[in-house]
């Protein structure tokens, strides 16, 4: 079964400073993908950034990085030069094997940014 | 470009009220549909998701059902609603081809069941 996990709940930075959520995950299968999603208190889901199990470099959208550590199965989320808008809820998610059906996604339990003056 | 709209925002039913909640993407043919729950507080729980018109897979056996009677409407229900049913609940779909992983959220409706 597949599983994220994301230990913090909550998490403070002050502005402009980098940021990093930590997400570890735990699959057998060998082809899967990791993916981070912010959620601002009006409770839409935006996509940030993505990473393919496959890929040979982590992935960077931005501001956004994802810290790629396929041994430790983790997919740490870098956020630099933090701003007050970045205070949102985070999720780490990761897709499910695919069955022949649509692909799946599980989410982690989230991790709480509030970014300070 | 495409879209997707979930209405509505708010709900506040008592139990053992009905439940329809609806979903609609413009913009893209066959999507594969979701429906998502997020308890206060928590992560994102599956609950239902759809390839194609009339399909419908439930990941978890509870008091809701879903239908998708058109190709870009997907619709979540209950006869009876429950205190447990109270919750967020977000529509997302994604294109149908393999290489597109990610989800496109709607804003999702908070529903409480009083």
Request: hydrophobic share 35%.
């Amino acid at each position: 079964a597949q599983k994220i996990t994301q230990t913090q709940p909550g998490m403070f930075v002050q502005e402009k400073e980098a940021v990093t959520l930590d997400c570890t995950y735990d699959t057998s299968d060998p082809s899967y993908g990791l993916f981070w999603y912010k959620q601002p208190s009006s409770g839409e889901m935006i996509f940030l950034i993505y990473q393919g199990s496959y890929d040979q470099q982590n992935a960077t959208e931005g501001r956004y990085s994802l810290n790629f550590q396929k041994a430790r199965k983790s997919a740490n989320l870098v956020i630099s030069a933090s701003q007050l808008g970045d205070s949102a809820m985070y999720f780490c998610a990761m897709r499910e094997p695919y069955t022949g059906t649509a692909s799946k996604l599980t989410f982690g339990t989230g991790t709480r940014l509030q970014v300070t003056l | 470009s495409q879209t997707i709209h979930q209405w509505p925002a708010t709900l506040v039913q008592p139990v053992g009220s009905p439940l329809s909640l609806e979903c609609t993407v413009e913009g893209t043919s066959n999507p594969n549909l979701y429906w998502y729950r997020q308890a206060a507080g928590r992560g994102l729980q599956l609950l239902f998701y759809s390839v194609g018109i009339g399909q419908i897979s439930s990941e978890v056996p509870q008091n809701l059902s879903a239908s998708r009677p058109q190709d870009r409407q997907f619709i979540l229900s209950s006869k009876k609603l429950l205190l447990s049913d109270s919750g967020f609940y977000l529509c997302a779909w994604r294109p149908p081809s393999r290489g597109d992983e990610k989800l496109f959220f709607g804003s999702g409706t908070q529903l409480s069941v009083l």
